[in-house]
Structure formats: C-alpha cells, structure tokens
C-alpha cells in the first residue's frame, strides 16, 4: 500500500516556506526523498533511517518519526530551483525495496 | 558519477505487439529496478532483480516480465502490448544494502510508451 503525501500540491513565492508530509500505514525502516524536475529523472535529496531521525543539508531537512510511520520534508527560504515533483519512498526491514508515494508538486514562483 | 541509460526516450507501438524496453548501468550495482509512473499514482514498482538472473515481483507485476542476464543490463518485457500500459517507465539502480543501511536509487530518463 502506497504512503501518503500531503498536500498534493503547493505554489509558494520564492523565500517562502514549504512541509511535505508523508504517512504510511505499515511499520517502517526507512524514508527516501527524490525530487524529479519535469522531464527529467528522479534526483535522491536524503535517506532517514531511525525513529526520530533528522537530517538536511543546505535549506532542506527532513525528519522521520518511526513511531508515527511518518515523515516530513521541510524546504526553507525556497528557492526557484526547488521546483518540482516531491516523492517519498518507504522502505519496510528487510524488503530491498521503495513503495512510493503519489507524489506532491511545488511550484515555486518569484 | 552512475549512469543509468534506458533504450528508448519515446517508444510507439500498436496493441498486441511484444514490446522490450532495455536498461544499462555503469556502476555494477547489484539491485535494478523497473518503474511506471502515472499522473496522481507516483512511482509503482513492476519488478525488481537484487543479482543476476534473480527477479523478484514488485506492487504491479500482471502483464510483465524481465530478464536480467548480465549484472549491468535489466530489460522489461510487455508480451503483448495493451492500451492500459501506456504510461511512462523508469529504470532504477542502486548497491545492496550493507548492515542494514539503504543506499539511494538512481534512475535512468524514462522511456514513454505509447500502446495504440
């Protein structure tokens, strides 16, 4: 079964803030973030792999709560570049492979 | 840097014809992966191989099939094309987990498949 993205879209002016949150009904080991420009392949941004777990570099962050099956991606101060289509990847112990979620599209406008 | 190639950009074929959409990888990653992508679904795993001539079913197997005789080379195989499967396909890599730590999956272009 397929995690769960919200919002499914969101227009924002640059410098402003995003959350992606993305949920699943199953018990998880691992979330992975892709971005995928329009046209162009998915890109990796992070792996979280622990309860409670952040990570980020430059103005994106993510943090996974094991417990709650839960993770969000978190865009500060968005820039044009951060456009896009957001994917999460869940990972289940042991599986070796990602159910992705839907998706949620950004779009960011000057 | 990995590079994930895939046969085709953009691929038109009629319905019931067998369709092979070929996948290379340079980086001797043990796991590859194959992909459709549809608007408002995501990415829907059709079937991925952890070594050679391994293959393991993914969430949307039914009308597929794969081959993987060589480390670097996956293809997927649509027997007999049908409308249904028009849709865009990804082709992803990645190394084996090690001590239970995930690497990232790299993917190729896509191939968009037209069934008419």
């Known amino acids: 079964q397929q995690p769960v993205q919200s919002p499914q879209a969101v227009i924002l002016r640059e410098g402003e803030d995003a959350v992606i949150n993305c949920s699943s009904s199953?018990?998880?080991?691992?979330v992975h973030w892709y971005r995928q420009k329009h046209g162009e392949a998915p890109i990796f941004l992070m792996i979280?792999?622990?309860?409670?777990e952040q990570k980020g570099h430059d103005k994106i962050s993510a943090s996974f709560n094991e417990k709650k099956q839960q993770s969000s991606l978190y865009l500060t101060a968005s820039q044009l570049s951060y456009s896009g289509t957001y994917f999460c990847g869940t990972e289940m112990r042991g599986a070796q492979k990602l159910v992705f979620g839907q998706g949620t599209r950004l779009t960011i406008n000057p | 840097d990995v590079k994930v190639t895939q046969s085709s950009r953009y691929l038109v074929k009629r319905t019931g014809e067998k369709v092979f959409l070929e996948c290379v990888q340079d980086?001797?990653?043990?796991?590859m992966f194959w992909y459709r992508q549809d608007p408002g679904l995501g990415l829907r795993l059709i079937y991925f191989?952890?070594?050679?001539?391994?293959?393991e079913k993914g969430d949307i197997p039914e009308g597929y099939s794969v081959s993987r005789e060589k480390k670097e080379r996956f293809s997927l195989i649509l027997e007999s094309a049908s409308t249904n499967q028009t849709s865009m396909y990804l082709c992803?890599?990645?190394?084996?987990?090690?001590?239970?730590?995930?690497?990232?999956?790299?993917f190729g272009p896509g191939t968009r498949l037209t069934v008419t």
């Open positions: 992803a890599s990645s190394l084996t987990p090690l001590a239970g730590l995930p690497y990232e999956q790299y």
């Open positions: 980086m001797d990653h043990e796991n």
């Open positions: 199953k018990a998880l080991y691992s």
């Open positions: 979280l792999l622990k309860g409670g």
């Open positions: 191989s952890y070594d050679v001539k391994m293959k």
